[in-house]
């Protein structure tokens, strides 16, 4: 458990900023499931992640903004596995992800204009819509 994770140049995640807890895994399993505690929770103090800057770091607070627990710490789960250190790679692997997601940029914005055919199509259901909702009242004495 002693190594950082690497995410990409000159980012990582040093092996202090990491926790990892057992417990015993829910659903199938045999007997197994009851003895040994073979799912991986990894805590993952968000602060101590090296070389994100502050774009990056707003990004990955708000991709783990669900994902926290009562101190801040992002908290990862795996369970796929049987095995222990299986589950623990997996967990560090998703810790990776959510940092490499978190380094790319979104794309900027360019505003557009509507065209003029989709214009002409927005007023003319608006148009017909109108039309259905004025027919839709109490027949008038005089038609």
Do not use: C, F, W, Y
């Amino acid at each position: 458990m002693a190594d950082p994770i690497d995410v990409a140049p000159g980012v990582r995640v040093p092996a202090s900023a990491l926790e990892m807890r057992s417990v015993r895994a829910s659903g199938p399993g045999g007997q197994n499931v009851n003895k040994v505690a073979s799912r991986v929770e990894l805590l993952v103090d968000l602060a101590a992640i090296e070389g994100l800057d502050e774009g990056a770091r707003r990004r990955l607070d708000a991709l783990t903004a669900n994902r926290r627990d009562a101190e801040g710490r992002l908290r990862v789960t795996a369970q796929e596995s049987r095995d222990r250190s299986r589950n623990l790679e997996t967990a560090r692997q998703k810790v990776a992800r959510l940092v490499e997601r978190a380094l790319v940029p979104p794309r900027p914005r360019r505003p557009t204009r509507p065209s003029r055919a989709s214009r002409e199509a927005r007023l003319s259901e608006k148009r017909r819509l109108a039309d259905t909702k004025r027919r839709r009242g109490a027949a008038h004495p005089e038609d």
